[in-house]
């Protein structure tokens, strides 16, 4: 599955082509580099006091992620800067994890259009319900999931900070 979208930043008029993909093992340190900046700025605006998963991860755990979950990549006029993983927790119910952009391409689109390609993966797999993670005191990202038809089922400090269980039902 490929999607393709085009947007026009207003600011500069500048095209921008998104493409997102099934990631390959080659991917994997793109991968790694993605979700270690995106993540240290994630930590940074939730102020979060601990350690989180997501910075411990190495390139092996990577790997075996793109084997074993569907990860996608997306490129910004060809350049990786985000990424998103999901796996099958229940023949209806998925799991998102490692979901981020690369600090300097965050609000083009990027996100949006990963989790729409993910939206659009599950539906195709008769997922129902779809679940991911995020810190409470992030209000940006909590905001953005609201806009993209998430909503709060409970949070949780499993983790050592308060981590909103975000909840999307599909149709």
């Known amino acids: 599955m490929r999607n393709t979208n085009t947007n026009m930043d207003t600011n500069t008029n500048i095209n921008m082509k998104i493409e997102i ?4 093992a080659c991917d994997a340190q793109v991968i790694y580099n993605i979700i270690k900046e995106s993540f240290k700025k994630y930590v940074k605006e939730a102020k979060i ?12 755990d990577v790997i075996k992620d793109i084997e074993s979950k569907e990860v996608f990549i997306a490129f910004l006029n060809g350049i990786p800067a985000g990424t998103i993983r999901v796996e099958t927790i229940t023949d209806d119910t998925a799991l998102i994890t490692r979901f981020g952009v ?3 391409y965050q609000n083009n689109g990027i996100g949006r259009a990963l989790l729409n390609h993910t939206d659009n993966f599950l539906i ?7 679940y991911l993670y995020t810190a409470s005191k992030h209000a940006n990202l ?19 900070y308060t981590r909103a269980l975000m909840v999307k039902e599909y149709e």
């Open 21 to 24: 993909r099934k990631a390959a």
């Open 49 to 60: 006091p601990v350690t989180i998963d997501a910075l411990e991860e190495n390139i092996e």
């Open 102 to 104: 690369l600090p300097e």
């Open 124 to 130: 195709s797999k008769g997922i129902k319900k779809v």
């Open 142 to 160: 909590i905001r953005f999931y609201y806009n993209t038809g998430f909503y709060v089922d409970s949070t949780t400090k499993d983790k050592g």
